[in-house]
């Protein structure tokens, strides 16, 4: 008997070495590295913010044509969605202004503050 492998989606807003903060990215880069190491299909889910350096986009590609339209206190934001690999690991953008135009993964910066 086959049984089909099912998809393990990893949704944070850290990853080592392209979202950092705590030791969220820790446990999420962990997590998916050993998944994958054991043969499951894993995608991690990351806010693209605006302080990612363009070192950890490397393989970046654009996936414009996927968006969803979320629904947050009653506004309706459009996002796209962009991917990378990082060791083996797929990692998924989620791309909207809301997060691009901050530069820290949970504070604004006194450089945010300002615009």
């Not at 809301?98 to 530069?103: E, Q």
Request: net charge neutral.
């Amino acid at each position: 008997m086959h049984v089909k492998q099912k998809s393990i989606w990893i949704v944070s807003r850290e990853y080592a070495g392209i979202a950092e903060a705590g030791g969220v990215k820790n446990v999420t880069t962990s997590l998916a590295e050993t998944l994958i190491k054991y043969g499951y299909d894993v995608k991690v889910f990351i806010p693209q913010y605006g302080c990612y350096e363009s070192a950890c986009l490397q393989n970046y590609t654009s996936l414009e044509s996927f968006y969803a339209k979320i629904s947050i206190t009653d506004e309706l934001y459009t996002v796209t969605y962009a991917q990378a690999e990082s060791a083996s690991v797929p990692i998924v953008f989620i791309k909207n202004h809301i997060f691009s135009s901050k530069n820290a993964v949970y504070t604004y910066t006194s450089f945010d503050e300002k615009i």
